[in-house]
């Protein structure tokens, strides 16, 4: 069923236990890439193809290479001279929250974006990278120190290798993430997801513990699951939330 803005206004007026459920298409409208669109990741040209870079056997055997595709693709966005900014989908759920209507967000993005717009409970299913940690010793570091460091980013404390805290290609999700995951959409009066095609597993999988009936999917293009939500919008996830009313 399709659905337009005072609709969807009116299903987010009429609950009081809403979660949100997000990815890339998020963060596009901030100018950070998303992988399979047109001008993504995917199709840029590489020596190696973007999965197979941000794998775990890649990150372990080619440590310079990944640090370099990494330093470029992913932390630019954040760390370089014009990092991305929250934009009006992430204002707008952190507006929701601060409101009481918004119970969280659960992202496949690893941006921070959602908490620099003021949001609290988000849970990041593939981690992000403003979190880093020296592999020997456990240190924490913040974004900048790797994408100031040079090649393969060394810990001050110890001399040991600092990993990212993202979930790469071939290293399961957290499992307390997911199980608090499971539990706010299984609980939730109303689902929103937003700005994923929904083909990414596990984390795709986590609609199939809605058990609501006021499952809103908001998307630009169409997704393979389009025929199981209650209500469906296609358009740019910032311009609908940005149409949207909070009553404090």
């Not at 990815?23 to 992988?35: P, Q, R």
């Amino acid at each position: 069923m399709n659905i337009d803005v005072a609709k969807l206004q009116e299903l987010i007026d009429g609950s009081d236990n809403i979660v949100f459920f997000g990815g890339a298409g998020v963060s596009t409208e901030s100018g950070i890439k998303d992988f399979r669109s047109v001008d993504g990741l995917y199709h840029m040209k590489f020596k190696y193809p973007p999965e197979t870079m941000l794998s775990h056997t890649f990150y372990v055997s080619h440590k310079e290479e990944f640090f370099e595709f990494y330093n470029d693709k992913l932390l630019e966005c954040t760390c370089g001279p014009n990092p991305a900014k929250p934009n009006a989908a992430h204002l707008k759920l952190a507006e929701l929250e601060k409101a009481g209507k918004l119970k969280a967000v659960i992202t496949q993005n690893i941006d921070g974006l959602h908490q620099a717009a003021g949001s609290k409970n988000v849970l990041e299913l593939h981690g992000s990278v403003l979190r880093n940690y020296c592999e020997k010793c456990g240190k924490s570091f913040e974004a900048s120190y790797l994408y100031n460091a040079g090649g393969v980013p060394k810990c001050d404390k110890c001399g040991g290798d600092i990993k990212p805290d993202v979930v790469l290609y071939e290293e399961g999700l957290d499992n307390d993430i997911m199980s608090r995951s499971v539990r706010a959409i299984a609980e939730a009066d109303m689902l929103i997801i937003g700005g994923t095609s929904l083909v990414v597993y596990p984390a795709a999988g986590l609609v199939d513990y809605y058990r609501g009936n006021k499952l809103v999917l908001i998307n630009r293009d169409e997704t393979a699951r389009d025929g199981i939500a209650d209500y469906s919008l296609h358009g740019n996830i910032g311009e609908v939330f940005s149409q949207i009313k909070v009553e404090v």
